[in-house]
């Protein structure tokens, strides 16, 4: 029998591409609270990791050069569930922001997205 106290608190981070934000946040949550939750990221329609995003996460420590970017749908039909799914997408963006059904709990943190950046390298 599972003591419902130590199963760990599931969430899903999602963006539009599932490229950078929803990436990071996934990375993040896992690194910094993994004993308390299971993070996992997707996005509406996955393109791949954003270059600059995986150079970025290296320089703190993090490598994100092995992941792949997952659909939201491919989730949702695979019967995953969540207790969280937390949008990252800006809101000017929040009508393409997609969202993951049958959750009871959700939440949007906002955040510029990386491709959208100018500017050399440096």
């Known amino acids: 029998m599972t003591d419902q106290h130590s199963e760990k608190i599931r969430v899903l981070f999602i963006c539009v591409h599932n490229s950078g934000r929803s990436q990071m946040a996934e990375a993040f949550l896992n690194a910094l609270a993994g004993d308390r939750f299971q993070a996992e990221s997707a996005g509406f329609d996955p393109t791949r990791i954003n270059p600059l995003v995986i150079k ?35 809101e000017s963006a929040e009508d393409q922001c997609p969202m993951f059904p049958g959750v009871t709990r959700r939440l949007n943190w906002p955040f ?4 959208a950046f100018e500017g050399s390298h440096e």
């Not at 993090?62 to 997408?89: H, P, W």
């Open 56 to 90: 970025a996460m290296h320089e703190i420590g993090m490598d994100l050069s092995k992941n792949q970017t997952r659909s939201a749908f491919k989730l949702y039909q695979e019967g995953k569930l969540f207790d969280y799914v937390i949008t990252v997408c800006e």
């Open 112 to 115: 510029d997205n990386p491709e």
